[in-house]
């Protein structure tokens, strides 16, 4: 599924209302949807500052696709002036005073929370750290009371994080979050275990964020029982993952996956995924040749690799094409089956112990060597039990779970923040003979020009070990040996 296929989008309309429910054609390209999408709205004439007062004003609370929408219509504008961003800004009329007077309108902050997100991680630089004034910290920062609607703090923490990307922000925020009587981020931490679902969200956004003085999360969490986990070295680059390495969630507008540590080869294998939002996300099976294209909007079941559920829009999705399900649309709190029989060859995606038909699509191109894989659209979450806890819906058949057989290295185990794990990366030294592809290894190979002349004689190249190549480059059409 590309990002936009088939998702219920909504096009802003003249007059002020929305046109629900238009399926976007299924396209092979990023590009062909981002001009449908332009095609719809006409972001020239109408502009960032209509576009952001339409969607505050009509862009409904309780939609799981709402805040994707915003996301996905402001990416699509032209990047806007200083002139522009400031009338935006502006208009909304931004104080700590706003955000207690807001309360009685929550649909109306919680869009704000979005539109202001979207322009914090669409501008970059000095036009981001002048918005980012005292009025709209306040206006943030005064959301985060436990009084407020959860969507709005949820959404001014996603806002709050993407400012705090600008390391001149950052330091702005933790100097006004210090000056408050106690940190309002731990006290919403507290509610990471919550049986609301998005005061669930804000809680594992508060262990994931640190802009204050707080102990990290993963050098608190106890992972003695954990033997599989989702994948840290096999994730695409903007996915969050809980410290205890089982939670995921993406709230960036790019379409983020990633895989289990574990894979299975023989036998009948049983994985269980809770779902905290019911937006777009598409999980299932795949191999390791099944590849993440987060910002082509390629995830998992749109190859030959990898087979995924969307619940959704009830779409079992392979090879970028979608069987629709008969299955009801799946909700906060649902429970995802994924059962894998490499015996009889099929796979049988369950919801809250309802069972769809087998699927044997993948069969073709792979018969083992199957990761638990999942990809994420904007602002959503859901939570891995590959056989840690107790199954809610085990099958009715003897099985394996990754758990049981998986094994980690305690340094395996930890799940690094973002930041930690970017400053840790610069620090590492690149020896001059390292491979210029993966870094990770000395280099064996060397491509070296044939220097014969002919279109097909300049096309070609020779690869040369490098343990018997001198110094210099050699001439001529040869093999080093």
């Known amino acids: ?101 807001g309360r009685l309108n929550p649909t109306k902050q919680r869009n704000i929370c979005v539109v202001l997100g979207c322009i914090a991680e669409k501008l970059a630089g000095p036009r981001n750290m002048e918005i980012l004034n005292d009025d709209t910290i306040d206006y943030l920062l005064t959301n985060l009371d436990q009084n407020t609607d959860p969507n709005v703090i ?43 679902y998005v005061k669930r969200q804000v809680g594992f956004l508060c262990s994931m964020v640190v802009m204050d003085n ?17 994948n840290t070295s096999d994730v695409s680059e903007y996915l969050k993952i809980s410290p205890d390495g089982l939670e995921a969630r993406c709230d960036a507008y790019s379409f983020e996956s990633v895989r289990c540590t574990a894979h299975a080869d023989i036998g009948v294998w049983y994985y269980e995924v809770f779902i905290i939002t019911p937006g777009v996300m598409q999980i299932g099976w795949a191999t390791k040749n099944s590849n993440f ?52 060859q099929q796979i049988i995606f369950s919801l809250n112990g309802m069972s769809l038909p087998p699927c044997m699509h993948v ?63 610069r620090q590492q030294n690149i020896g001059e003979d390292s491979c210029t592809l993966c870094y990770d290894q000395k280099a064996s190979v060397r491509l070296i020009p044939c220097e014969h002349s002919g279109i097909l004689c300049i096309m070609r190249q020779s690869a040369v070990r490098m343990s018997h190549v001198p110094s210099a480059i050699p001439t001529g059409c040869r093999r080093q040996s």
């Open 1 to 101: 599924m590309h990002l936009f296929n088939g998702v219920d989008e909504y096009f802003l309309m003249q007059n002020n209302t929305w046109l629900a429910h238009q399926q976007v054609p299924n396209f092979k390209i990023f590009e062909n949807s981002r001009c449908t999408l332009c095609r719809q709205v006409n972001f020239e004439t109408l502009g960032v500052i209509s576009i952001s007062r339409q969607m505050i004003n009509v862009i409904p609370l309780l939609d799981p696709l709402g805040p994707s929408v915003i996301t996905l219509l402001l990416d699509d504008c032209p990047l806007p002036s200083k002139e522009s961003v400031f009338k935006v800004v502006n208009m909304l009329h931004l104080s700590r005073d706003t955000a207690i007077k």
């Open 154 to 196: 949820l959404f001014s923490l996603i806002a709050l994080e993407k400012f705090a990307q600008s390391s001149q922000n950052k330091i702005l925020i933790m100097k006004k979050l210090k000056e408050q009587i106690t940190s309002p981020i731990a006290e919403l931490e507290e509610w990471k275990n919550e049986k609301h």
């Open 214 to 230: 707080r102990k990290y999360s993963y050098q608190m969490v106890i992972m003695d029982k954990i033997n599989a986990m989702l």
């Open 293 to 344: 294209l987060n910002h082509e909007g390629y995830g998992i079941g749109d190859d030959r690799f990898s087979l995924a559920y969307d619940g959704c829009r009830k779409l079992i999705w392979y090879n970028a094409k979608s069987d629709p399900q008969n299955l009801p649309r799946w909700e906060a709190g649902d429970v995802l089956g994924c059962l894998l029989d490499l015996d009889t």
């Open 363 to 425: 069969f073709t191109m792979a018969k083992s060597g199957f990761f638990a894989a999942a990809s994420f659209m904007s602002f959503q979450q859901c939570r891995f039990n590959f056989g840690a806890e107790p199954f809610r819906y085990p099958p009715g058949m003897t099985y394996s779970t990754f758990n049981e057989h998986g094994s980690l290295k305690p340094e395996d185990k930890v799940v690094l923040p973002r930041h930690i794990f970017l400053s840790q990366l």
